[in-house]
């Protein structure tokens, strides 16, 4: 897809609260309302730099979109997550893609909070989730894996040696290995979202993330981004995994989707 940094809500996100199970574990009691604010990202595609103009204005790079998010993180402490919903690196710029956007996944790291670590990618009260877009691909399978993953580069200059990837999980529901059929990324996050109760204690609420990308993107990338995967229907693939995440006592679910629309 064109990368329209800050521009067009490809970003399609869905908050569908689900109704009491009576197979599934009983939560604690919560508030009629929880706050909880999205900031969503999308085709960012290694924007770092400043110089790009919209509507005849200069567009900042990362610094001033991390001056945003921070601002609106600050007016909603502890009740905030940055979300991106693909496209985050590739079709970038030399600034990103000379190191094969690893400074794109340094600049992500750098809005991670304390919780976010290489070590646990899905620690709950992580501040950041991402999906994959089609250019996530672009490079194949095996790189995308080793950019949030970590590991070295097979040729070309790195940004740190050791690589060690995202501190932020990387989830997709509807990408499967072509051969096993399994999800080749965990296909949701669960978060955290603390909230005081009534007796004035601090609780938290679970909210789960799922990922999901445009089933036509082998039509998008060359066959070897693709190589070894499929990409399935969004919505059963979202919808197989909602059974699982009630028996986990969840009740809130937002889908991060990479698709547009025209």
Same mark, same amino acid.
């Given at each position: 897809?064109?990368?329209?940094?800050?521009?067009? /809500?490809?970003? !399609?996100?869905? $908050?569908? %609260? +689900?109704?009491?199970?009576?197979?599934?574990? @009983?939560?604690? #009691? /919560?508030?009629? !309302?929880?706050? $909880?604010? %999205? +900031?969503?990202?999308?085709?960012?595609?290694? @924007?770092?730099? #400043?110089?790009?103009?919209?509507?005849?204005?200069?567009?900042?790079?990362?610094?001033?979109?991390?001056?945003?998010?921070?601002?609106?993180?600050?007016?909603?402490?502890?009740?905030?997550?940055?979300?991106?919903?693909?496209?985050?690196?590739?079709?970038?710029?030399?600034?990103?893609?000379?190191?094969?956007?690893?400074?794109?996944?340094?600049?992500?790291?750098?809005?991670?909070?304390?919780?976010?670590?290489?070590?646990?990618?899905?620690?709950?009260?992580?501040?950041?989730?991402?999906?994959?877009?089609?250019?996530?691909?672009?490079?194949?399978?095996?790189?995308?894996?080793?950019?949030?993953?970590?590991?070295?580069?097979?040729?070309?200059?790195?940004?740190?040696?050791?690589?060690?990837?995202?501190?932020?999980?990387?989830?997709?529901?509807?990408?499967?290995?072509?051969?096993?059929?399994?999800?080749?990324?965990?296909?949701?996050?669960?978060?955290?979202?603390?909230?005081?109760?009534?007796?004035?204690?601090?609780?938290?609420?679970?909210?789960?993330?799922?990922?999901?990308?445009?089933?036509?993107?082998?039509?998008?990338?060359?066959?070897?981004?693709?190589?070894?995967?499929?990409?399935?229907?969004?919505?059963?693939?979202?919808?197989?995994?909602?059974?699982?995440?009630?028996?986990?006592?969840?009740?809130?679910?937002?889908?991060?989707?990479?698709?547009?629309?025209?």
């Amino acid at each position: 897809m064109k990368p329209e940094f800050l521009r067009r /809500a490809l970003f !399609a996100a869905s $908050l569908t %609260l +689900l109704s009491a199970c009576t197979t599934a574990p @009983q939560a604690p #009691a /919560a508030p009629a !309302a929880v706050p $909880l604010r %999205l +900031l969503a990202i999308n085709d960012f595609h290694g @924007q770092i730099s #400043a110089g790009r103009m919209l509507d005849n204005r200069p567009a900042g790079g990362a610094a001033v979109l991390a001056g945003w998010l921070h601002e609106a993180e600050r007016s909603a402490p502890g009740t905030s997550l940055i979300v991106s919903s693909g496209d985050l690196v590739s079709a970038s710029p030399l600034v990103s893609s000379l190191l094969r956007d690893e400074p794109t996944i340094q600049f992500m790291n750098l809005l991670a909070n304390a919780d976010c670590t290489v070590q646990d990618r899905l620690a709950p009260r992580c501040n950041i989730v991402a999906t994959t877009g089609n250019h996530e691909f672009d490079r194949g399978l095996s790189e995308l894996k080793r950019l949030h993953q970590g590991g070295e580069a097979k040729s070309g200059p790195s940004l740190t040696t050791p690589w060690l990837g995202a501190r932020f999980p990387l989830v997709s529901a509807n990408i499967v290995d072509a051969q096993s059929g399994k999800p080749i990324l965990p296909p949701y996050a669960i978060k955290q979202v603390p909230y005081r109760a009534a007796d004035g204690s601090m609780k938290a609420i679970p909210i789960a993330f799922i990922g999901a990308t445009l089933r036509e993107t082998p039509a998008m990338v060359v066959p070897s981004g693709v190589a070894g995967v499929r990409f399935l229907d969004e919505a059963d693939s979202i919808n197989r995994f909602v059974p699982e995440l009630r028996a986990k006592g969840v009740r809130a679910i937002v889908v991060l989707l990479h698709q547009g629309g025209r």
